[in-house]
């Protein structure tokens, strides 16, 4: 005849009892910190957040600088004159169409501007060459470190990578890629929310 599970003894049964509870709540006790470990940080889940920008008191020509993703993301407004240039440049960059892969343009900037608004240019301010971070050379014309019939645009000061108006890098420059549109979308007339978008 077999062993019954539990001793038919109650204080035997009893203490049986209190030691499994106590090394499960022990157990569990142990255990939870660990897993609780292993969710992101609240720091590291805003760091992945959207970032919503208020573009309403943007004056024309203004560049505003956020982050996201630990990445710095330039907003532009730009005017008329500037999106004049994009098209008189076309001839001189190495991806006019932003056709290249290796930062995948989302579909509704693959346009001229690179933009959902033309006036509205919103790039990650990262050189695709080696990572560093280029300056805004709005001002058309001759100046140091720029070519005589210089558009405006972007410079990388690290190795001379020159970059357009809606980020398009120029031809046979270090950068092998256009500055990266990231994902985002308008909320309302005044606001843009980066990270996200509309496609599937």
């Known amino acids: ?5 539990l001793p038919t003894d109650p204080s035997r049964r009893t203490a049986l009892l209190t030691t499994c509870t106590a090394g499960a709540v022990g157990g569990a006790t142990v255990v939870w910190p660990f897993l609780k470990s292993l969710r992101p940080s609240e720091r590291a889940l805003a760091a992945g957040a959207p970032v919503e920008v208020d573009i309403g008191g ?3 020509g203004e560049l505003k600088r956020v982050e996201w993703r630990g990445k710095p993301v330039w907003v532009v407004r730009r005017t008329p004159e500037m999106l004049a240039s994009l098209k008189s440049v076309e001839s001189k960059l190495a991806d006019p169409a932003s056709a290249r892969t290796a930062y995948p343009t989302p579909d509704y900037a693959k346009n001229a ?3 959902i608004k033309d006036e509205y240019l919103v790039v990650v301010g990262i050189c695709t060459h080696l990572g560093c971070s280029p300056t805004d050379k709005f001002q058309p014309g001759a100046q ?3 070519p005589d019939d210089w558009p405006g645009g ?4 690290c190795h001379g990578s020159l970059f357009d108006l809606a980020g398009r890098v120029f031809a046979n420059m270090p950068a092998p890629d256009n500055l990266e549109v990231p994902p985002h979308k308008y909320l309302s007339e005044s606001k843009i929310l980066i990270g996200e978008d509309n496609q599937a």
Request: proline fraction near 22%.
């Open 113 to 115: 501007s690179r933009a």
């Open 58 to 60: 943007m004056a024309p």
């Open 154 to 157: 972007f410079l990388c000061p």
């Open 144 to 146: 140091p470190s720029l």
């Open 1 to 5: 005849m077999s062993e019954p599970l």
